[in-house]
């Protein structure tokens, strides 16, 4: 019983850590962005790396965030869509 409770306990833990938007950065699967972007956000936003430099924010977990928050109300409201659009415009900047 005890061994059950601490296994679920630490799946939610690694659930939470991977929906994090302040870990963005980091989980997001770029290339999986890469798909979305070049499917949805190419046909307004011709240059993905003029996106990458609007991104506000001091570090790369502060963008993803900010970008997240704006993507909600900008064509993509799934949270892990969001984050790996951000992954993959970040690896552009790098
Ligand atoms: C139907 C057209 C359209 C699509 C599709 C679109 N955008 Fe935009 N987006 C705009 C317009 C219009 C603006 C405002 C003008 C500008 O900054 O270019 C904008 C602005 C932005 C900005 C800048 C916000 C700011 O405050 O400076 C970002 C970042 C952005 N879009 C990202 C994306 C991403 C990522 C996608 C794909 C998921 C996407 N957009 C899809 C039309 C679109």
């Known amino acids: 019983m005890a061994l059950t409770w601490r296994g679920t306990t630490m799946m ?3 659930f939470m850590v991977a929906w ?3 870990a963005g950065a980091d989980v997001g699967d770029a290339e999986a962005g890469g798909v979305l972007v070049n499917a949805v956000c190419t046909e307004c936003h ?6 990458t430099a609007k991104l506000q ?9 900010w970008l997240g928050t ?3 109300g ?3 409201p ?3 869509d969001q984050q ?5 415009l970040l690896s552009l900047g790098e």
Do not use: M
């Open 70 to 72: 704006f993507l909600a």
């Open 12 to 14: 939610a833990g690694l």
């Open 57 to 65: 924010g001091d570090s790369d977990a502060d963008k993803a965030a």
């Open 46 to 51: 011709e240059a993905p790396a003029e996106l």
């Open 78 to 80: 799934e949270a892990q």
């Open 74 to 76: 900008h064509f993509v």
């Open 84 to 88: 790996n659009i951000a992954a993959y």
């Open 20 to 22: 994090t938007p302040q």
